[in-house]
T-cell receptor, first 113, second 115 residues
């Protein structure tokens, strides 16, 4: 059963700690994306990757980092430099060519106190 | 840069009635794709419908249809026979043609369905 998994669903951290959010896909998609969603708002692009070992900053990359060592995986690290990290984080993937729509994971709700 | 606008932050519809959600976008490109995504309370983003700009025919998926007006840069979503399960946030999204293009999402419209 193909899809995108994000874990955990809820994550709690103390201020000043780095935290890594997991995103795995078995859709054989080339492109993967991380979005941030704040209450009542739309999606803002954090980072994206079109191919393994390559990624680019989105609109709000400050305080975040990513890696893309495997096609299936695109973890997001929220660093202590991110001033307001509490948010809902969505991972998505896309084949990048024939079928342009993005497929989304279930999301991770991060709360930093 | 492309922008997507959804001018209705909230809408409501009576069960079994029809509702139309508005979306406008700004682009200088001629080839692109438009999408409507639904985000129910579970927060899982679900693709509702897609439209290729080169197609004149409006896309339809069961109770969901679009009114695509390319010259006016308008892309509205019509939901017919509304059901309680249609209650969600709806996001309009734009994607340029070509490999490696990113999505631009609108701010969303919250739809309530009244029994």
């Amino acid at each position: 059963d193909g899809g995108i998994t994000q874990s955990p669903k809820y994550l709690f951290r103390k201020e000043g700690q780095n935290v890594t959010l997991s995103c795995e896909q078995n859709l054989n998609h080339d492109a993967m994306y991380w979005y941030r969603q704040d209450p009542g708002q739309g999606l803002r692009l954090i980072y994206y990757s079109q191919i393994v070992n390559d990624f680019q900053k989105g609109d709000i990359a400050e305080g975040y980092s990513v890696s893309r060592e495997k096609k299936e995986s695109f973890p997001l690290t929220v660093t202590s430099a991110q001033k307001n990290p509490t948010a809902f984080y969505l991972c998505a993937s896309s084949s990048g060519s024939y079928s342009y729509e993005q497929y989304f994971g279930p999301g991770t709700r991060l709360t930093v106190t | 840069a492309q922008t997507v606008t959804q001018s209705q932050p909230e809408m409501s519809v009576q069960e079994a009635e029809t509702v139309t959600l508005s979306c406008t976008y700004d682009t200088s490109e001629s080839d692109y794709y438009l999408f409507w995504y639904k985000q129910p309370p579970s927060r899982q983003m679900i693709l509702v419908i897609r439209q290729e700009a080169y197609k004149q025919q409006n896309a339809t998926e069961n109770r969901f249809s679009v009114n695509f007006q390319k010259a006016a840069k308008s892309f509205s979503l019509k939901i017919s026979d509304s059901q309680l399960g249609d209650a969600a946030m709806y996001f309009c999204a734009y994607r340029s043609e070509g490999y490696g293009q990113n999505f631009v999402f609108g701010p969303g419209t919250r739809l309530s369905v009244l029994p």
